[in-house]
């Protein structure tokens, strides 16, 4: 039984990396680091290499990340582009050296080049000329972006080379525009670019290639594709690049050593701040064309190459400041004020210091210096202080005792580190919430977002919840940037979210605890809020998946006098506070049921639906628990699975909907 899940975790890992794939190179707006990513790819391959009977063809392990984007205009590459294998320990580049050691009996001769952290590139040349640019899309054919990329001047038009000619490499944006750009656009009031690699990948992308050009962003190239030339080594290729006007790295390295390999990443690890680009590693590529092509590639990546990549960068600063945020449940969290220090890809000015315990740990004082880094490569944190450097009359950092907003005395969890202020009318509180509300999971008003809400509290146009579906238009419009279409949208959006589902307005009701999943099991589990209101701790400890603390957050929730005003002001406004679709039947009450194959009645989250609509638990593994397992056509291993736990009842799609009828 111990590898029994083991095909529920590899189609989990295969789901989470190709959402990943979807935010870093669609989106241009990855929310989890390259070595977090990294790692789960390498404990998928390690799952699919351990239990070959799993493995698709259409795994993200067989196949590079797709920049493609839907609707837009698609080039087939002449020869197909790969992505590079990364290794994060020098323990990694030495196994990679030792297998190609072993067909060679010799240390094979490397070229070390600089991993520019951007946005690869493909051009094509014809008779001397630039037929166009792709990117690397799915490495078989890529998004045509030649118009942005006339806008690069550093990229070659003409070349004295009449051969068909891929040539491969980089684009990036300098250090100095990056800093330039987000200065713009923050005092523009527009959301800066996370990192310089994120920013110059939305920009390629851009359809007006003016704002391009603004942008002035640069190109490194390091291969070639489909050429007619020959070449004898990554050296022989770089200086055939240069010759023919393509900016190549000023900074190779040659690898006639591990120790050599090893000296030239240490060193420019230690040296990538003084660089006016971003780098995350070295790049690591056999010299020699003969041994490449004897070596190959996998269904991704050459085995010829590898990058080691950086460990996060370390920078130190001051501590200005720290300041408290009161978020939508109460609960406060400090924030670092930092002295502005440019780290791992963007300027640095604020770090969370997560809660009380964190500032006694780090023992801060005011003005101390401090080094940070970006955990995952995402997020600031102050990592230690640098305390021999501190001014003897520094101030220690104390947490309030007391609300920093409405000044209510703030409380502790027993057995928790988070404080909390209680008080339900604190206005930090409020702006929390009603941006909660009207976001996206929630109820969805679409134009209510964050500045809006903090002008309407301010005029005291609104002043909860509530007041959403009573706004006084008319006072509106006396506001600054509030035309008159935006507040006719305003209007339309408003009124849309009174029928949005009765789960999505629970969750944005923001009970402490009671997340989207959670709400949409109350939701159907009561049908209607009034039940829910009147419900006792123990009749929601009876609902499978709710806990103790879940349980006593609701019923102080709806105990509360200020909660059942809420919630009969909503009622009053008709918000919608009833369940979609009424359970049809008992039958599927409280039964676990898992589903395989391919339906032909419904679509996946289709059935889905159903099965909880009708009072069912749908669950995503075969386990001892399961009830019933919904098979389709080519069911795969859970069918199996199934059968050896004879407490399962296999169903049809018609069995089942003989059921529910």
């Known amino acids: 039984m111990e590898d029994l899940f083991i095909e529920e975790e590899i189609e989990a890992l295969r789901l989470t990396i190709e959402k990943h794939n979807k935010l870093y190179y669609q989106d241009a707006a990855p929310v989890i680091s390259d070595t977090e990513y990294d790692l789960l790819v390498k404990r998928l391959q390690a799952l699919e290499e351990q239990y070959p009977q799993f493995k698709v063809t259409a795994s993200p392990t067989q196949a590079v990340g797709s920049d493609l984007a839907p609707g837009s205009s698609i080039r087939a590459h002449k020869m197909r582009m790969y992505s590079l294998d990364n290794g994060y320990s020098f323990g990694e580049i030495q196994s990679f050296l030792s297998r190609i050691q072993k067909e060679t009996t010799t240390f094979p001769v490397c070229i070390l080049e600089h991993k520019f952290d951007g946005f ?150 230690t040296k990538r701040g003084q660089l006016p680009y971003e780098i995350d590693g070295i790049v690591i590529k056999i010299n020699d064309m003969a041994l490449q092509q004897k070596l190959g590639f996998t269904s991704k990546s050459p085995k010829w190459a590898i990058a080691y990549k950086f460990k996060a960068e370390e ?25 502005p220090v440019y780290v791992s890809g963007s300027t640095v000015s604020n770090a969370t210091l997560h809660n009380a315990d964190e500032i006694q740990r780090l023992d801060l004082h005011l003005g101390d210096e401090v080094v940070i880094i970006k955990s995952g490569e995402i997020i600031p944190k102050i990592i230690r202080v640098i305390a021999e450097h501190r001014d003897e009359t520094a101030v220690p950092v104390k947490f309030p005792a007391s609300c920093p907003v409405c000044g209510t005395p703030l409380e502790k969890e027993s057995g928790g580190v988070v404080h909390y202020c209680n008080n339900i009318a604190c206005p930090a509180q409020l702006q929390r919430r009603i941006e909660h509300f009207a976001s996206r999971d929630a109820v969805d008003i679409d134009g209510l977002g964050e500045a809006l809400i903090r002008q309407l509290l301010g005029h005291r146009i609104i002043g909860g919840i509530a007041d959403i579906y009573s706004i006084n238009f008319a006072e509106m419009a006396k506001l600054e940037n509030q035309g008159e279409k935006s507040i006719e949208n ?45 419900a006792s701790k123990e009749q929601f400890l009876e609902i499978h998946e709710i806990g103790e603390k879940i349980a006593q957050s609701l019923v102080d929730f709806f105990a509360d006098e200020h909660s059942r005003e809420l919630i009969q002001r909503l009622l009053d406004a008709g918000v919608n506070m009833t369940a979609e679709v009424t359970r049809k039947s008992e039958t599927l009450q409280g039964k676990r049921f898992l589903v395989t194959g391919t339906l032909t009645h419904f679509t996946r989250n289709g059935i889905k639906e159903e099965i909880e609509k009708q009072g069912g638990i749908t669950v995503s593994a075969v386990s001892g628990k399961l009830d019933y397992l919904i098979v389709g056509e080519n069911p795969g291993s859970k069918l199996q699975k199934a059968q050896k736990l004879q407490r399962v009842t296999i169903l049809s799609e018609e069995d089942f909907l003989e059921m529910i009828t």
Request: proline share 4%; charged share 25%; hydrophobic share 35%.
């Open 490 to 534: 305003l209007k339309t959006a408003i009124e849309k979210s009174k029928d949005q589902k009765f789960h999505k307005i629970l969750f944005g009701l923001g009970i402490r605890y009671v997340g989207a999943k959670t709400a949409r099991i109350l939701a159907q589990h009561f049908g209607s809020i009034k039940p829910m209101m009147q």
């Open 315 to 339: 920078k130190a600063t001051i501590l200005l400041d720290v300041d408290y945020q009161v978020g939508r449940t109460g609960a406060v969290t400090p924030v670092a004020r930092l002295k």
């Open 120 to 269: 690869s590139i493909n051009l094509y040349y014809e008779n001397g000329t630039l037929q166009y640019a792709t990117t690397r899309g799915d490495g078989y054919e890529g998004e045509d972006v030649t118009e942005n990329i006339l806008t690069i001047p550093s990229i070659p038009r003409n070349i004295a080379h009449q051969l068909p000619l891929e040539v491969r490499g980089e684009i990036y944006l300098p250090i100095a525009e990056f800093q330039r750009i987000n200065d713009e656009r923050s005092e523009q009031g527009e959301k800066p670019f996370a990192n310089p690699r994120n920013a110059a990948a939305g920009t390629i992308k851009l359809k007006d290639k003016t704002i391009v050009a603004q942008r002035k962003l640069e190109a490194v190239f390091y291969s070639v594709g489909m050429h007619e030339t020959e070449l004898s080594s990554q050296d022989e290729l770089l200086r055939f690049l240069d010759q023919l006007g393509f900016p190549i790295s000023k900074n190779i390295g040659h690898g006639k050593s591990f120790s050599d390999i090893k000296n030239f990443c240490n060193g420019w690890e």
